[in-house]
């Protein structure tokens, strides 16, 4: 059975800070333990919070990493809609300037000449998937060491909305979607169970008005809520929160994270 541990801090900078240690510490058990780190970054806010100060941590051997992206919107990359643009402009590009950057051919974007065929970018995303995970033929999910992911006030997370078909997948690793409630329409995502197959999710959620939606997953358990199906299976969930997005909560005091 999965734990669920929130951690809630004074500031946002803060949660960068911890959250930087946390991930840095993932990448040393995974390193040490598979000689690799595998991760997946989502879009919205998390990308600064997640790589502020990620990115001058000298201890991290960046070379051994392979970055994917738990949701992508179909556009450009260049684009400011880009999730990858995101992730280039607060992680990448420092390790380029410090010299120690991720090789290229392990940061798993899309294909972005085939964005007006979302289907395609998913087909074209698992083949990226499965050339990482290599073990593919013999296992049905693939196991990131770390999934961030960020919440809606909706609940969703990842590109998994409320209500929509696309929870139901039980197969497939990644799956396009045409009518993302969030802006823009088209995407692509990882599915719940890849999700769920995850070695660790964090969740990162800052800011007063994600207080409700916390409260609605992690103390009212709602189940319209997408995010409250994440459980993985033989991980943790992690969820790094600011004190203004914890207010809500009750049953689980968060703690603060001592490393
Ligand atoms: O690309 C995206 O839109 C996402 O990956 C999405 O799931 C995001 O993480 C949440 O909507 C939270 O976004 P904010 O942190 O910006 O509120």
New binding site residues.
Partial sequence: MSLTKVYSFETNDKVSQALGEFIAQASSESIARNGRFTIAF?????PATACKYLRNNQNIDFSKWYVFF??E?CVKLDSHDS?FRLVREELLDYLVQQNRSIPADQVMVINDDLIHEPAKVADDYLVKMQSVFAEANKIRFPEFDLIL????PDG????LFPKHPLLEVKNDWVASIDDSP?EPPQ?ITLTLPVVNHARRVAFVVTGAGKKSTVKAILDEKNTHMPASLVAPIKGDSYWFLDDAAAKGLTENTPTEFKL
């Fill in positions: 989502s879009g919205g806010s998390l738990a949701d919107r999730n992911l960020g919440i809606g969703h997370t990842c590109s969030k995407r």
